[in-house]
């Protein structure tokens, strides 16, 4: 085994840098008797890659080097972490979270992506040293937080479920979808096409509901039984009322006119999950609590998924080859740069993974 002590990597030293990617060299933490060495073989690009830089939710930490869809091989260890857990060689994945407190009500009732004292792959609130994403030739975490990936998932494809994969399926285990349960994804993208796969697998029936039927061939062979063109049928809600029991918007954000809309297509007691925040330029959701009342609605939001979770997500993903449409790019300065702004215009399909890991940083 080999500690690691540089870390080379991709990422912004500037905000005001961005798109344009620098390279950038860093000093891991120390290793923990509870930490993993990784090699870093491919990284997915998720949306949160072009914000975390940019500070659009708050000032970032800089430097900051994104990625947290991050699959690799494990080369070293701490001394406590045991080979029935992880060994050298394993190939792992790690997604949003590389650590919590552990001794917390959430970390000791399977919810560590909600302890209070979370640690992020990248992109936290508050500096924290040696702690960076992805786009980078190694990264050093908490093994709680480093999952062995089913031999039948490539490792190109695994990347993307690692985050998007996590946050498409969070809403249907907490909504408790199963066999029969009428289920409606709107939008049909990074999110999305993952969404309904997943329902799909899960036994749900499943409505795809998007701006237009340019997706409607992709949607049914994805899993989709239905699908709704909201600008090719005026009436859609009018012939959609009372039709689901869980309502999962992918979309990039959500506005009360949104929400209202989705909401009256709910049957009583019916879930409608958020994964995004609000439109620009809308601090809150105007909603009247009555609407909710005279339905026994339920408005719910998700953040990823704990370990627990991401377990059950690879195996089902396996099981049902739940494997998200990707586009390879080589790892590089120009590569990541382009990924970022093609990302912020949909022109992906429908998720970039950054490989060539071995080429660039040797």
């Given at each position: 085994?080999?500690?690691?002590?540089?870390?080379?990597?991709?990422?912004?030293?500037?905000?005001?840098?961005?798109?344009?990617?620098?390279?950038?060299?860093?000093?891991?933490?120390?290793?923990?008797?509870?930490?993993?060495?990784?090699?870093?073989?491919?990284?997915?690009?998720?949306?949160?890659?072009?914000?975390?830089?940019?500070?659009?939710?708050?000032?970032?930490?800089?430097?900051?080097?994104?990625?947290?869809?991050?699959?690799?091989?494990?080369?070293?260890?701490?001394?406590?972490?045991?080979?029935?857990?992880?060994?050298?060689?394993?190939?792992?994945?790690?997604?949003?979270?590389?650590?919590?407190?552990?001794?917390?009500?959430?970390?000791?009732?399977?919810?560590?992506?909600?302890?209070?004292?979370?640690?992020?792959?990248?992109?936290?609130?508050?500096?924290?040293?040696?702690?960076?994403?992805?786009?980078?030739?190694?990264?050093?975490?908490?093994?709680?937080?480093?999952?062995?990936?089913?031999?039948?998932?490539?490792?190109?494809?695994?990347?993307?479920?690692?985050?998007?994969?996590?946050?498409?399926?969070?809403?249907?285990?907490?909504?408790?979808?199963?066999?029969?349960?009428?289920?409606?994804?709107?939008?049909?993208?990074?999110?999305?096409?993952?969404?309904?796969?997943?329902?799909?697998a899960l036994g749900a029936n499943v409505t795809a509901?998007?701006?237009?039927?340019?997706?409607?061939?992709?949607?049914?062979?994805?899993?989709?039984?239905?699908?709704?063109?909201?600008?090719?049928?005026?009436?859609?809600?009018?012939?959609?009322?009372?039709?689901?029991?869980?309502?999962?918007?992918?979309?990039?954000?959500?506005?009360?006119?949104?929400?209202?809309?989705?909401?009256?297509?709910?049957?009583?007691?019916?879930?409608?999950?958020?994964?995004?925040?609000?439109?620009?330029?809308?601090?809150?959701?105007?909603?009247?609590?009555?609407?909710?009342?005279?339905?026994?609605?339920?408005?719910?939001?998700?953040?990823?998924?704990?370990?627990?979770?991401?377990?059950?997500?690879?195996?089902?993903?396996?099981?049902?080859?739940?494997?998200?449409?990707?586009?390879?790019?080589?790892?590089?300065?120009?590569?990541?740069?382009?990924?970022?702004?093609?990302?912020?215009?949909?022109?992906?399909?429908?998720?970039?993974?950054?490989?060539?890991?071995?080429?660039?940083?040797?």
């Amino acid at each position: 085994m080999t500690e690691i002590t540089k870390i080379q990597g991709i990422g912004f030293t500037k905000t005001e840098n961005y798109p344009n990617a620098e390279k950038i060299e860093y000093t891991p933490a120390p290793l923990k008797p509870t930490d993993v060495d990784i090699k870093i073989l491919a990284c997915g690009v998720c949306g949160a890659d072009t914000h975390f830089p940019r500070g659009d939710f708050f000032p970032p930490q800089l430097p900051i080097i994104p990625g947290h869809e991050i699959v690799g091989i494990v080369i070293n260890k701490g001394s406590e972490v045991n080979d029935n857990d992880i060994k050298i060689g394993d190939r792992v994945g790690i997604g949003a979270q590389c650590d919590s407190c552990g001794n917390c009500y959430r970390c000791e009732n399977n919810h560590e992506v909600n302890c209070k004292k979370s640690i992020l792959t990248y992109g936290n609130f508050h500096k924290i040293d040696g702690r960076q994403g992805g786009y980078a030739s190694h990264i050093r975490i908490n093994h709680k937080f480093a999952f062995q990936i089913p031999d039948n998932i490539p490792t190109n494809v695994a990347a993307p479920l690692f985050c998007g994969g996590m946050t498409s399926l969070s809403p249907l285990l907490i909504t408790n979808v199963g066999k029969g349960t009428e289920v409606a994804i709107v939008g049909i993208g990074g999110i999305g096409h993952m969404s309904i796969m997943f329902a799909k697998a899960l036994g749900a029936n499943v409505t795809a509901i998007s701006s237009s039927n340019s997706k409607k061939e992709l949607a049914l062979k994805l899993g989709a039984t239905r699908f709704i063109s909201t600008k090719d049928d005026p009436d859609y809600l009018t012939k959609n009322e009372d039709a689901f029991d869980v309502i999962v918007h992918t979309g990039s954000f959500v506005n009360t006119k949104t929400v209202t809309e989705l909401i009256s297509m709910l049957r009583p007691e019916g879930n409608l999950q958020l994964i995004t925040g609000l439109s620009t330029g809308e601090e809150a959701l105007n909603l009247n609590p009555f609407m909710l009342c005279a339905n026994n609605s339920k408005i719910g939001g998700i953040y990823s998924g704990s370990p627990s979770k991401i377990k059950f997500m690879l195996k089902l993903a396996s099981e049902h080859e739940v494997f998200p449409m990707i586009e390879c790019l080589d790892i590089n300065q120009e590569n990541v740069t382009q990924a970022l702004v093609r990302i912020e215009k949909s022109d992906v399909k429908f998720r970039f993974v950054l490989t060539g890991y071995d080429k660039y940083f040797g």
